[in-house]
């Protein structure tokens, strides 16, 4: 809720705090010196010395603080006084005596008489005698703040401190604000001193970076912030952390969404800022107060020709009003001699505020028809016409704006334009211009993932057609409109109702084998969307062969993208794949946009559903760039959540949570993008043992599947929901839902999300003491996968069997399935089912006495589980018995005698060699071979051989 915020970090400073422990580890060893730290107000310079008296304390310092006020520069040693209030404060003896001895030497001067000068400099020398002998038994750091208002006897002393300090354990930090070194200000010529002959060294602390904004709004609101909102509060505090702060301030943070950041860029200034502002423009000369609100009108950046037309002022007059705005600090040169900018942007939003409406309203109109007498970009000049209220002039031009803004992919721009058309909307604007302007809106509303905005023009634009009998233009907006109702949560029956009632109404219709084709190939995206795949391929078949026809190539791209995503899923690869990427070339080398970001998200998101993460990545990194450059945020967004998904996956945690979680911050206009960053975060947080917070948000993300009726928003929440029980232990709840799981598969005979089950559920039947049903489940469940054959799918399959074959009792075929299964895992590098497999491996090794093994497989089970932090792993891997009481030599559960025999049967030699080698008889190297199979629970002497190069690699130094 809106009020006092303040960041509990610093962001942006490390380099400067590191600086600072640099000089306090030199001034520890004797080396003393003073620091300078500069910046504009609200940058942040109290939380930086902070932040060194911390780290001061820390090593063991004595710290002292002092700061100059408001008039201290008509005051007689103002700053030295409040230096000496904290000394004889202090519990030191040392530091209370210096306080004391300051202030009587200034007050006993203050009232001396005589050579003033004298006395002066007499006074300088000995405060800085005093500061610079004193002995507090430990290094001193002493922080001086806001010196731009400090006296001059003040600045005297501190500026005679940096020659004396080279030899005394003492840090002087002081800080000041460099945009109020006004003129003849003796702060701006102690600085100049102080630098130019090397005394001093200067921090001067930068603005905050869009990058190093969202860090610090994540930091305060405890999640990440929305691009958009960061991006506006960027806009409006020009990175000053102060303000920063006061902006998030004024968000409901509890509400705050993508589309906050209009309220961002709509809030009031900040009370504080917004008086200190006015307090300095109140100071001004009337004319040049006038010549500021004109600016402010104008906007952030004004030139000098526009400013002197507006103000209808002579322009020696507005230049000597911009001079003083320039010593004012509220304005600045622009990029070239005839522009200008306001320091801040809440300076001018200040000033625009305290400007009378009505005049407010004249100026704009002047500056309106200005602009566009001298040919200003229609944006520009219909945001003015739309302040002085001449509604016509800025539907006019904002129309014009808002097209081309859309052809150069500024979508977000074009959106807001599109809305000031509509704002603006003239009474006698014919329908069909009417829907063509709502269609627009929709169209950028959703690029932008503004997905109830969307709905919303759509169904104006659409009631509007069907209003004026125009069925063939409310047919063209329903393949839209169904898209945008996916978006947003309608379940698979609604959307196909609307695509159905839209080709009814084209029955008998003349020339719409356009809106024909294009309904078709959106039937054939949303059973896609479902995975039902025979309805899919039927659609689009009929969709390609009909846009062919017609030379629709928008409607051809979609088909086909939409076709080689159902081929994958069908577990045809061959042509599946190259189908979908050329599909994306071709979208490329047309320059149709919308084509080119949905290829690219078919593309990657099938990859990443079908466990081809190398192809996922890959299709995924460049789609999320592409959809950036064209501004089509919704493909951005999904795209970052599957891309998430890939991370996740591949057991990159870390970048996986990132990932997902500005996934979710920045595409909350979407339902498929939220859903998909839930699990992924509940997958996560399983994987990490926090079983609330996988619950909660697997939960949620299940919930809106299910509500959605839709396949591939259900069954991997919902999968998560029964892995999640199973490593609880709660493994009735684990097979219940994996029955769910596997019953909305089989109503579309998917196996692409029901692949995951299998090992679920036979390991929750197994872990049931149920071994009939865990066989019944994996066959059950193999029988769809292996009918798909989709390669990612089939490594399930085959450890299912090993687990199974462990289950009964036969090790060297268990292991043996199982470690087929690792290495599909590993090739495809699935790493969850991949750590449980090797986990699955030494559990054999265990039970067949390969206990050598069994530490060699769960060394890099803990060291790949450790990496990405799967503690569920790491607790079942601490629980599985590694070795008996007995076993206190390499080669157990052998005897060295027997190792050494292994050593030649590893070599290839027969009994009777080795026999001969060990002077033994052959009859007693029978015996020991024997022993050796039975202890290792195998059947060939082969096995004894890998076993013993396993123990040999084990035994071998690295």
């Known amino acids: ?98 306080g004391h001895a300051i202030a009587s030497r200034v007050r006993a001067i203050s009232t001396a008489e005589g050579d003033a000068h004298h006395r002066r400099r007499l006074l300088v020398r000995d405060l800085v005698d005093l500061l610079i002998t004193a002995e507090p038994g430990r290094p001193l750091l002493m922080i001086l703040e806001d010196l731009h208002w400090a006296d001059q006897l003040s600045l005297d002393v501190v500026g005679h401190l940096p020659p004396r300090l080279g030899t005394r354990p003492m840090l002087v930090a002081c800080a000041y604000r460099s945009d109020e070194l006004y003129p003849k200000l003796p702060m701006r010529d102690l600085r100049a001193r102080l630098l130019t002959q090397r005394l001093a060294e200067e921090i ?87 010549v500021a609100s004109a600016a402010a009108v104008i906007g952030r950046s004004f030139d000098f020709d526009l400013l002197c037309t507006v103000t209808e002022a002579d322009p020696s007059d507005v230049a000597t009003a911009l001079r003083e705005l320039r010593d004012a600090l509220l304005v600045l040169p622009g990029t070239d001699a005839a522009t200008f900018d306001f320091r801040h942007a809440l300076i001018r939003d200040t000033l625009y505020a305290d400007t009378d409406l009505p005049v407010r309203r004249r100026l704009h109109e002047s500056v309106a028809r200005t602009a566009a007498e001298r040919g200003y970009r229609d944006e520009f000049v219909s945001a003015h016409f739309e302040h002085a209220q001449r509604t016509e002039d800025a539907h006019r031009h904002a129309l014009a704006a808002a097209r081309e803004a859309a052809s150069i992919s500024a979508h977000r721009e074009s959106l807001d334009l599109y809305r000031r058309a509509v704002r603006n909307l003239p009474a006698g604007l014919p329908v069909m211009d009417r829907v063509r302007l709502f269609a627009a809106l929709g169209d950028e509303a959703a690029a932008t993932d503004d997905n109830e905005a969307a709905a919303a023009a759509y169904r104006t634009a659409h009631e509007l057609a069907v ?55 959106a039937m054939a995206a949303a059973y896609m969307l479902d995975r039902r795949l025979d ?96 501004e089509l945020w919704n493909h951005r967004h999904y795209m970052a959540a599957h891309l998430a998904h ?94 769910r799981g596997h019953q909305a598969s089989a109503n579309v005979t998917d196996a692409a999300y029901l692949f995951p089950y299998l090992l679920t559920g036979v390991r929750a039947h197994l872990a049931l003491g149920d071994t009939d049903a865990a066989e019944a489940w994996a066959e059950k469940v193999s029988a769809v996968l292996t009918a798909r054959a989709i390669p990612g799918t089939l490594p399930a399959v085959e450890h299912a069997r090993g687990l199974l074959l462990f289950a009964r009792g036969d090790l060297p075929a268990a292991q043996l399935a199982l470690q087929s299964a690792q290495l599909s895992w590993q090739t495809r590098r699935r790493f969850w089912e991949g750590a449980w497999c090797l986990l699955d491996l030494a559990a054999v090794a265990v039970k067949s006495r390969q206990h050598a093994e069994a530490a060699r497989l ?101």
């Open 858 to 958: 769960l060394t890099r089970l803990r060291a790949d589980a450790t990496k990405a932090g799967a503690i569920p792993v790491l607790t079942a891997a601490d629980a599985l018995p590694l070795t008996s009481p007995r076993a206190t030599v390499p080669w157990h559960p052998l005897t060295a005698r027997e190792f050494e025999v292994s050593q030649f049967v590893a070599a290839g030699l027969t009994n009777r060699q080795i026999a001969e080698r060990l002077v033994l008889s052959p009859k007693t190297i029978s015996a020991h071979v024997e022993h050796i199979l039975t202890k290792l629970g195998a059947s060939r002497r082969t096995e004894i051989a890998a076993w013993y190069a396993t123990v040999q690699r084990d035994l071998t130094p690295k």
């Open 646 to 739: 890939v991370h996740w996956a591949v057991g990159d945690w870390d970048t996986a949570t990132r990932t997902a979680e500005h996934a979710l911050a920045d595409g909350r206009g979407g339902i498929t993008t939220r859903i998909t960053a839930q699990y992924v975060l509940g997958y996560l947080a399983m994987g990490r043992g926090d079983w609330t917070a996988a619950a909660g948000l697997l939960g949620e993300a299940s919930a809106q599947g299910e509500a959605m009726a839709e396949l591939q928003r259900l069954s991997p929440p919902l999968w998560g929901l029964a892995e999640a029980a199973r490593c609880q232990g709660d493994h009735a709840t684990a097979v219940t839902l994996c029955e």
């Open 204 to 290: 001067r602390l930068p603005r905050l970076r869009p990058e190093q904004i969202a860090t610090m709004a994540g930091t305060v609101l405890g999640r990440p912030a929305p691009a958009q909102v960061v991006a506006a509060i960027h806009s409006r505090s020009d990175g000053i952390p102060l303000h920063v702060e006061e902006l998030l301030a004024a968000v409901d943070q509890d509400l705050l969404t993508p589309q906050s950041g209009a309220a961002v860029l709509a809030a009031a200034v900040p009370d504080t800022l917004a008086e200190a502002v006015l307090s300095r423009a109140h100071g001004l000369a009337a004319r040049t107060r006038q």
């Open 1 to 98: 809720m809106p009020g006092v915020i303040q960041s509990p970090v610093l962001v942006g400073r490390d380099e400067f705090v590191a600086l600072a422990g640099r000089r306090l580890a030199e001034v520890a060893d004797g080396a003393g010196q003073l620091l300078l730290v500069a910046g504009e107000a609200g940058i942040g310079k109290t939380r930086l010395l902070g932040a060194i008296e911390r780290r001061a304390r820390a090593k063991g310092f004595m710290v002292v603080r002092a700061a100059a006020f408001p008039g201290d520069m008509q005051s007689f040693a103002g700053l030295l006084l409040d230096l000496a209030g904290d000394l004889a404060a202090a519990p030191e003896p040392e530091l209370s005596d210096l």
């Open 535 to 630: 309805e899919a391929i039927e659609q689009g078949e009929r969709a390609r062969a009909e846009s062919l026809r017609i030379d629709d190539e928008e409607a051809a791209l979609n088909a086909e993208a939409t076709l080689g995503s159902v081929l994958v899923f069908a577990g045809r690869m061959q042509p599946g794949w190259p189908y979908l990427e050329e599909a994306v070339r071709r979208a490329c080398r047309a320059d149709r946009e919308a084509e080119v970001a949905r290829g690219y998200r078919m593309v990657g998101t099938s990859a990443s559903v079908l466990v081809e993460y190398d192809r996922a990545q890959a299709w995924l990194e460049e789609g999320v760039q592409y959809a950036e450059q064209v």
């Open 467 to 521: 209003g004026v009998g125009e069925v063939r233009a409310a047919a063209d907006l329903a393949p839209r409109m169904v898209a945008v109702a996916h978006l947003l949560g309608a379940d698979l029956d609604t959307r196909v109702r609307t695509l159905r009632t839209a080709l009814d109404s084209l029955e008998g219709v003349a020339g719409a084998d356009r809106e024909r084709t294009r309904l078709w190939s």
